[in-house]
């Protein structure tokens, strides 16, 4: 789905008042019927990481982190089965699984000897029972199923979801018996920046394709919608470097993007929100050698 500035505006704008839930998700599919719930949910994902970057810094002040604490003591005191810490969270506008690892870390201060590690916090939150707490172990569990935008269970959908695509674009590929290397050949040459696809021909040299003109020596598959800010932060962090060592190439942004930001074709980067179908290997057209 490819979105004007205009309406990719109009959706972000709806997003500002609205708190990170399933629910706010469905009103969203109401609000937008034509737009795909795919689209939406990573749009509205996006959108809410950019604010609680905004606000980050202010929920982790040694007067916060002390308030919120004492509350959820407070809280667990009077009805340990309530949903203290996701209540919490909703009402102060951060992430659940965020304000979960607030509480955690400090409860940890306090209860053991020495400063709890990151890998330690991080295989906590993974599976609360390693929580020595049981009030606060399912307290951090009710944050991390009731989050849809931060946490390690977002983060096992999001990394399933890459790789899902990244085997689909794969299946296409073959399906036009188009030869390529993989980014785990790629690095077993010695690439440490790869796409995730490079296009060759079976004497290992680089196959271009044309796609609407424009050749292509790369691919790489973003399970995402492509907005300002994530697509100028890939073009720094990878494409322009995809670019200098591999030539022009081609970025598919499943979940679509914004159609502005297609404005380096000449320069050598083309996206797509699905694999092209009018591709033709340069080899089919001309000789050869």
Same mark, same amino acid.
């Given at each position: 789905?490819? $979105?004007?500035? @205009?309406?990719?505006?109009?959706?972000?704008?709806?997003? @500002?008042?609205? &708190? #990170?839930?399933?629910?706010?998700?469905?009103?969203?599919?109401?609000?937008?019927?034509?737009?795909?719930?795919? /689209?939406?949910?990573?749009?509205?994902?996006?959108? =809410?990481?950019?604010?609680?970057?905004?606000?980050?810094?202010?929920?982790?002040?040694?007067?916060?982190?002390?308030?919120? =604490?004492?509350?959820?003591?407070?809280?667990?005191?009077?009805?340990?089965?309530? #949903?203290?810490?996701?209540? !919490?969270?909703?009402?102060?506008?951060?992430?659940?699984?965020?304000?979960?690892?607030?509480?955690?870390?400090?409860?940890?201060?306090?209860?053991?000897? /020495?400063?709890?590690?990151?890998?330690?916090?991080?295989?906590?939150?993974?599976?609360?029972?390693?929580?020595?707490?049981?009030? !606060?172990?399912?307290?951090? =569990?009710?944050?991390?199923?009731?989050?849809?935008?931060?946490? &390690?269970?977002?983060?096992?959908?999001?990394?399933?979801?890459?790789?899902?695509?990244?085997?689909?674009?794969?299946?296409? %590929?073959?399906?036009?018996? $188009?030869?390529?290397?993989?980014?785990?050949?790629?690095?077993?040459?010695?690439?440490?920046? /790869?796409?995730?696809?490079?296009?060759? @021909? #079976?004497?290992?040299?680089?196959? #271009? !394709?044309?796609?609407?003109?424009?050749?292509?020596?790369?691919?790489?598959?973003?399970?995402?919608?492509?907005?300002?800010?994530?697509?100028?932060?890939?073009?720094?962090?990878?494409?322009?470097?995809?670019?200098?060592?591999?030539?022009?190439?081609?970025?598919?942004?499943?979940?679509?993007?914004?159609?502005?930001?297609?404005?380096?074709?000449?320069?050598?980067?083309? %996206?797509?929100?699905?694999?092209? /179908?009018?591709? @033709?290997?340069?080899?089919?057209?001309?000789?050869? &050698?």
């Amino acid at each position: 789905m490819i $979105l004007t500035k @205009v309406q990719y505006d109009e959706i972000a704008q709806c997003l @500002v008042s609205v &708190p #990170p839930t399933r629910q706010s998700l469905r009103k969203l599919k109401q609000r937008f019927p034509s737009q795909s719930q795919a /689209t939406l949910l990573s749009i509205f994902s996006q959108e =809410y990481q950019k604010h609680i970057k905004r606000t980050h810094a202010k929920h982790h002040t040694s007067e916060a982190i002390e308030s919120y =604490y004492q509350r959820y003591l407070n809280g667990v005191g009077r009805n340990g089965a309530a #949903p203290v810490l996701l209540e !919490l969270a909703n009402e102060v506008d951060y992430a659940p699984s965020l304000m979960a690892r607030i509480i955690l870390e400090r409860f940890l201060q306090e209860h053991e000897e /020495t400063p709890p590690s990151k890998s330690v916090i991080n295989s906590m939150l993974r599976d609360p029972s390693q929580i020595p707490d049981g009030v !606060l172990a399912n307290q951090v =569990y009710q944050c991390i199923v009731n989050d849809c935008c931060y946490g &390690p269970l977002v983060d096992c959908i999001k990394h399933a979801i890459g790789h899902e695509h990244e085997v689909l674009l794969r299946d296409m %590929l073959l399906e036009k018996n $188009l030869s390529f290397l993989d980014e785990d050949q790629l690095r077993a040459k010695g690439y440490d920046k /790869t796409p995730d696809f490079i296009l060759q @021909v #079976p004497v290992v040299m680089l196959c #271009p !394709l044309a796609v609407e003109g424009h050749i292509i020596h790369w691919i790489e598959s973003k399970a995402s919608f492509g907005d300002e800010c994530s697509h100028h932060a890939y073009l720094h962090d990878q494409f322009w470097s995809y670019w200098n060592r591999f030539g022009p190439g081609l970025v598919i942004y499943w979940y679509g993007f914004i159609q502005e930001l297609d404005c380096n074709r000449e320069r050598g980067i083309l %996206l797509k929100a699905c694999f092209p /179908t009018d591709i @033709v290997t340069l080899c089919h057209s001309v000789p050869c &050698p």
